[in-house]
């Protein structure tokens, strides 16, 4: 449940010299491993609600249903992301984005979004899913413009009462077109 805690307060689009650095190319997107738990808690401390617990983040390390990643700038995690599955589904669930408020705005949500589709896309899922707080514009930004699209509501789906928008994105190759030959390039015999 992407966005289950997250408010619309919009990211300070600013530039630091660790955010370049992340423009730069220098974050690596890696998956997550037990030694990034404190970062990854340090992170959710940032939230008001439904944070991911320890014992959570513990377990999507390790589980085969679910794959958590981190942008890691020089052993720094700068955010992360959380891919869901389920056993016999081609659908994927998008759970968690976060990334550290100071490098927001940077490209790194973007990116993270952009490893789980691929992730996905190895596993052979077919779809990806997400919900995402309706007062949660940049967000939602985020998602449209890497072309999810919103397929429905979940009123009160939040922790403190707000709706969520469902959304949703097909990992699937777009149809390959037919290539018209224009008629006059046609020879005639
Ligand atoms: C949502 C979040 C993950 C985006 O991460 P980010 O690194 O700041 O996003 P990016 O820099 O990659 O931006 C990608 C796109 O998102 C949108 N976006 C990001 N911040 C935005 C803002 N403040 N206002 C409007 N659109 C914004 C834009 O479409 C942007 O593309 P552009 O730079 O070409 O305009 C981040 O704001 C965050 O961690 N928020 C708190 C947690 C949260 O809400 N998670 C989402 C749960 S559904």
Do not use: C
Not at 28 to 54: C, K, N, Q
Not at 94 to 117: D, H, K, N, T, W
């Amino acid at each position: 449940m992407a966005g289950r805690r997250f408010s619309g307060r919009g990211a300070k689009r600013g530039r630091t010299t660790a955010a370049r650095s992340a423009r730069t190319g220098l974050v690596r997107v890696r998956r997550a491993a037990a030694r990034d738990l404190p970062a990854l808690l340090e992170l959710e401390g940032g939230f008001s609600g439904d944070r991911l617990s320890a014992r959570q983040f513990t377990h999507h390390v390790a589980a085969t249903s679910s794959d958590l990643i981190v942008a890691d700038l020089a052993g720094a995690v700068l955010g992360y992301a959380l891919l869901f599955r389920r056993r016999g589904s081609r659908i994927g669930r998008v759970y968690s984005i976060a990334v550290a408020p100071a490098m927001r705005g940077q490209g790194l949500g973007a990116r993270l979004l952009l490893r789980l589709e691929a992730i996905a896309r190895l596993q052979g899922l077919e779809e990806m899913r997400l919900e995402v707080r309706q007062d949660n514009a940049p967000a939602l930004a985020l998602y449209q413009q890497r072309g999810y699209v919103i397929f429905g509501a979940r009123p009160a789906y939040y922790e403190d009462g707000a709706d969520a928008w469902r959304l949703a994105k097909s990992l699937l190759p777009p149809r390959r077109r037919v290539r018209r030959i224009p008629a006059r390039s046609v020879k005639k015999r």
